[in-house]
């Protein structure tokens, strides 16, 4: 166990259809960040989220959007969802103790069908 | 431009032996770390090495190295007594300093495939 919890594991869905992806971080870490993992794009990095504010955003569609409670936890929403939208989505934590390297959840593997 | 490059996109080990898996990267910060993930087909990704800019020595953890090259800027994770369970995507990423939302960015990865 990494210490940062992803659920659910596994998501199946329609496409139109909206899911939310959930993430807790490490206790203490105050950094999440959100990437997607699909074959053919690799590691592709969405957005990060420090203490409750967004810090940083990458690729990241308007149809997803996210935010980061005050207890820390994260969520990802993903609306209108497309054929291409299925992939890995991975939260990760950070913090000084890791040299800011990630510690990544087990991933939430999405198929929308 | 590519701040991670990893060029071999797949590579076969015989068990027991050693491997070197290839990343250069590319960055102008003098600050900067360097990190090696894995992905084993469960697809967790699982924390290996981590490479300071400023470290003198090169990392070890266990049966992981990591050859750093400042000057010809390079990171290669070298993997000894390759285990069957070592068989998995490997994964070379970088946080500058400069930036400091302290996002990584990450290589496409390389597939080890070790065979008994």
């Known amino acids: 166990d990494s210490g940062v919890t992803q659920t659910p594991k596994h998501l199946i869905t329609a496409t139109g259809q909206r899911v939310t992806l959930r993430c807790s971080p490490r206790s203490g870490d105050l950094s999440v960040y959100w990437y997607q993992q699909s074959l053919d794009q690799g590691l592709q990095f969405l957005i990060q989220?420090?203490?409750?504010?967004?810090?940083a955003k990458g690729n990241i569609l308007e149809r997803f959007s996210a935010q980061q409670f005050p207890d820390l936890h994260s969520e990802l929403n993903l609306s209108s969802l497309e054929l291409g939208d299925s992939a890995l989505y991975f939260c990760a934590s950070s913090s000084a103790r890791t040299g800011y390297g990630y510690t990544f959840g087990s991933g939430t593997r999405l198929t929308v069908v | 431009a590519q701040k991670i490059t990893q060029t071999q996109p797949g590579m076969f080990v015989q068990e027991k032996e050693a491997v070197t898996l290839d990343c250069t990267y590319d960055?102008?910060?003098?600050?900067?770390?360097l990190f090696w993930y894995k992905q084993p087909s469960s697809g967790e990704m699982i924390f290996l090495i981590y490479?300071?800019?400023?470290?003198?020595q090169n990392a070890t953890e266990g049966r992981y190295s990591l050859n750093f090259q400042k000057a010809r800027k390079s990171a290669n994770l070298v993997i000894s007594a390759s285990q069957l369970g070592d068989s998995a995507m490997y994964f070379c990423?970088?946080?500058?300093?400069?930036?400091?939302?302290?996002?990584?960015?990450f290589g496409a990865g390389t597939t080890v495939t070790v065979r008994a």
């Open positions: 960055t102008s910060d003098p600050s900067y770390g």
């Open positions: 989220y420090y203490n409750g504010e967004e810090r």
């Open positions: 490479q300071g800019s400023y470290d003198q």
């Open positions: 990423a970088m946080r500058e300093a400069l930036s400091n939302d302290y996002k990584l960015s």
